[in-house]
């Protein structure tokens, strides 16, 4: 199965402050706490692995078709695709999540549809637009206003942020592109404003 962690690291350092952490850098720096995140059920595995084998699925779990658009393109800003390997829309992040949230308990789901929610109010009023309607540049603007609170969260946006980026991560991590497609060499780089890991020297 794609969704297996396999990928258990434990040497990262927080001591450096480039500006470009690599995806495998911040695989390190999660590792510790991998174990302690909840994998789906296997129902929703096997669901999972046969939409980024290419079946389509019949329905959301538990987002509706707006907010897994909202979420497609939220994802795909924190891991783009890059020269190397494909990103978060390519690895079916956005998929994952809505299993992970549907199957989860309802302060989760809460956190989700609160969240989602405080991210189109701030693309409305900053932008005027709804976030999957705003710009690139509109999108990273947006998101790194809400990573800026991402070590001592306190906003609703904030607290988001911390989760959307922790689920997009395992996510693509779990998925056969983070796993056989990026995890051989140092490739695809997070936006270096979203991320809260230093590079490994």
Do not use: C
């Not at 001591?15 to 995140?37: C, F, M, S, Y």
């Not at 079946?55 to 695709?81: M, N």
């Not at 980026?165 to 779990?174: P, V």
């Not at 592109?177 to 780089?189: A, D, F, P």
């Amino acid at each position: 199965m794609d969704d297996q962690d396999q990928h258990q690291h434990h040497d990262h350092d927080h001591g450096h402050d480039h500006d470009h952490p690599t995806r495998r850098d911040v695989l390190k720096g999660i590792g510790a706490a991998a174990a302690a995140i909840p994998f789906l059920s296997p129902e929703s595995a096997e669901a999972l692995q046969q939409m980024r084998s290419g079946a389509a699925g019949s329905k959301f779990l538990f987002f509706t078709r707006a907010q897994h658009a909202t979420v497609d393109a939220l994802s795909e800003r924190l891991i783009p695709a890059d020269d190397h390997s494909p990103g978060a829309r390519a690895a079916k992040v956005a998929d994952f999540i809505d299993l992970y949230v549907g199957e989860a308990q309802p302060d989760v789901k809460a956190a989700w549809t609160e969240g989602l929610t405080a991210l189109e109010q701030a693309s409305q009023e900053k932008f005027k637009a709804p976030f999957v309607k705003a710009s690139a540049e509109q999108q990273i603007e947006l998101l790194t206003e809400m990573s800026r609170g991402e070590t001592d969260p306190k906003t609703p946006l904030e607290r988001f942020f911390v989760e959307s980026k922790a689920r997009t991560i395992q996510g693509y991590y779990t998925s056969k592109i983070g796993i056989h497609q990026e995890l051989g060499y140092k490739g695809n780089q997070f936006l270096p404003e979203f991320v809260g890991f230093a590079e490994q020297s």
